[in-house]
């Protein structure tokens, strides 16, 4: 399986897949499943590449996302590694979860497996989204994201996208005094969001803290002119000890208290992207199963990660409400970086880890029913 396994890996990595770029790389596993014995295989309308194995219950979702970040990096390897865009985020984990899969093409199983490759997982979120709008019912999920193998990825904070405009006055620049500056206020904001005390948050914990960065920001059309409009983009993420909608009420308070202190700013501000903080239980099925699949091929206890991201499994854990986590091999600090690569050994390993986390869910839900 091991050649396989890597010639499926470099073959992905070779494929360009930023988000909405991703149909080639979805027909490629496709074809790879459909050989590999797969049933079921299609893709869907939203780009998705679904195959599925064994019939029953229950039904594990094995999902990874076939896009990365834009930028092109040439794959290489020296026999010990494998460098190129997207091996660590997230192709090494996607094709580990297709191979561990094919493992029970050939002999008959008491479950049914899915595996998905969704897209936009960069973007929109729109391939997992339309996996949940199809009517997707599953008992467990294991998502793809680098975790390191000997690591169990059980959480995610939250995400808000936030939109702020700010309207001043614009006044010559040489007699600032006359108004305000849209900018200073728009900064100005961003900074009291950012200091706010938050209902539920531990400052000492980043996880379990709320975090705001201004990521955008545009403004002025002259040198001379202090600017009467500012447009900023503040990226809040949430932890799971509070809710989207709490932190977006607190931030309400927050810009009505300063517009009060200001009467000639105008302040509007929407919500451009929402994705709720998601825990699961570490005691839960995919948990013990995979940190007895994790003892039994490494020989070592688990860390289970509690990550200050966001991904996937915030959306699809908050739909259906059913345990998963997240696993895969790679260093996550790599992720989007110019010297993003992943060790061959530890890829083979997480297949062999996954291989053994599916036999394992499968026989404790079927002796706890």
């Known amino acids: ?38 049933d079921n295989v299609r893709l869907d309308p939203t780009g998705n590449v679904l195959g599925e194995v064994g019939l029953g219950s229950p039904t594990v979702l094995l999902c990874g996302h076939l896009d990365t970040v834009p930028g092109r990096m040439k794959v290489r390897s020296d026999g010990v590694r494998i460098w ?5 985020d997230a192709k090494a984990s996607l094709a580990a979860l297709l191979m561990a899969a094919s493992a029970f093409t050939s002999k008959s199983i008491d479950g049914r497996v899915v595996v998905a490759g969704v897209v936009e997982e960069e973007g929109s979120s729109s391939g997992v989204r339309g996996l949940i709008e199809s009517g997707l019912r599953v008992d467990y999920a294991i998502f793809g994201e680098p975790s390191g193998i000997g690591n169990i990825t059980i959480g995610y904070k939250g995400h808000i996208l936030l939109r702020l405009v700010c309207k001043t006055p614009s006044v010559h620049a040489s007699a600032p005094w006359i108004g305000c500056n849209s900018i200073e206020r728009a900064y100005e904001i961003s900074k009291a969001i950012e200091s706010h005390p938050f209902e539920g948050e531990k400052d000492s914990d980043p996880y379990r803290s709320v975090s705001s960065s201004i990521t955008k920001i545009s403004a002025g059309n002259a040198t001379n ?36 202190a200001f009467p000639s700013l105008e302040v509007e501000w929407r919500v451009e992207d929402k994705i709720e903080p998601f825990e699961t239980d570490p005691h839960s099925l995919p948990v013990r199963a995979l940190s007895s699949a994790i003892w039994g091929v490494l020989g070592r206890r688990p860390t289970l990660m509690r990550k200050t991201g966001t991904g996937d499994m915030n959306i699809l854990g908050k739909a259906l409400g059913v345990p998963m986590v997240t696993y895969g091999p790679g260093d996550s600090k ?12 530890e890829y083979l390993s997480s297949i062999d880890v996954i291989k053994r986390a599916l036999g394992d869910t499968i026989r404790l839900h079927r002796a706890s029913v």
């Open 225 to 260: 002119v202090i600017p009467g409009l500012c447009e900023a983009f503040l990226d809040v993420r949430v932890p799971p000890t509070t809710t989207c909608d709490r932190v977006l009420g607190e931030i309400e308070n927050v810009i009505t208290n300063y517009r009060a």
């Open 84 to 88: 190129g865009r997207g091996a660590v």
């Open 1 to 38: 399986m091991s050649d396989d396994a890597i010639d499926l890996f470099r073959s992905m990595l070779n494929l360009y897949s930023p988000p909405g770029r991703e149909e080639r790389i979805a027909r490629l596993l496709a074809a790879r499943m459909n050989k590999l014995g797969f």
């Open 334 to 345: 790599l992720s989007h970086t110019s010297e993003e690569y992943v060790e061959i050994s």
